[in-house]
């Protein structure tokens, strides 16, 4: 009976030998991948989190070259427009003059009554001269200065039409792959609850093994030393008895 128990004893203490460390490796396994999981999620959130900041920087600066570039237009219409009502009235002046010159010129060239007078309109004609220089002058100006403007603002709306359509490419790819990244986010959390779950489950049944083979070996324990104790009183006995019969 004693080899019986003891036989017993030795296969529960091998069973629990290999379910306690087939459930710590379990363990192991199962918090690796949570671990993983973790550090997925992290790094995947972190990353969302700083797509969705610069795709808010990247509106906001594209929100600031629009207005700059819906003033710089206001203003060049502005100047376009003054422009395009002052050259016709120089243009106009210019004309007059042009032509007051040349009746001035014909007029006195004609007879030598005129020519006599030749003095007086030579001042006259002089001064309607320095008039028209000046008209013409100011026209060119005017005229270089349009062309100028117009040259500059062109070649800024190109700059800023490559810099919004740079900006426009960085929102969509951004904010694809911020999609992207909350969906895998949202994967990683589940996939981590799912093993969290599995994990649980095995400390449960872990903490289960531990009570149930603890005690055991509690209950071994005790038994041999119990056991022992019998023998001992038994020797103790067949001694005693063996003694009293020596002794007849």
Request: glycine share 4%; charged share 30%.
């Amino acid at each position: 009976m004693l080899f019986r128990s003891a036989k017993a004893d030795a296969t529960h203490k091998a069973y629990c030998d290999k379910e306690l460390g087939e459930t710590l490796a379990k363990k192991n396994d199962k918090q690796a991948q949570i671990d993983k999981l973790s550090t997925a999620f992290d790094t995947k959130s972190a990353r969302a989190a700083q797509l969705k900041d610069e795709v808010a920087l990247l509106q906001k600066a594209l929100a600031e070259l629009a207005k700059s570039q819906a003033e710089l237009t206001s203003i060049r219409t502005e100047e376009k427009t003054s422009y395009d009502q002052n050259k016709p009235e120089m243009e106009s002046g210019l004309h007059a003059v042009k032509l007051a010159l040349t009746m001035l010129r014909e007029y006195y060239s004609q007879d030598a009554a005129h020519s006599k007078a030749q003095g007086g309109a030579t001042s006259i004609i002089g001064l309607l001269e320095v008039v028209e220089s000046d008209f013409a002058r100011t026209l060119a100006e005017m005229s270089a200065t349009e062309a100028s403007a117009q040259a500059a603002y062109d070649q800024v709306t190109k700059e800023n039409e490559i810099e919004r359509a740079a900006k426009e490419r960085a929102v969509e790819y951004k904010t694809k792959e911020g999609k992207q990244l909350d969906v895998a986010v949202l994967e990683a959390k589940s996939d981590r609850e799912g093993v969290q779950a599995e994990l649980a489950a095995i400390l449960d049944y872990n903490k289960h093994l531990m009570e149930m083979c603890v005690e055991k070996a509690e209950t071994y324990s005790e038994r041999s030393a119990r056991r022992g104790a019998e023998i001992a009183r038994s020797e103790e006995h067949t001694s005693e008895l063996q003694s009293l019969a020596g002794s007849r």
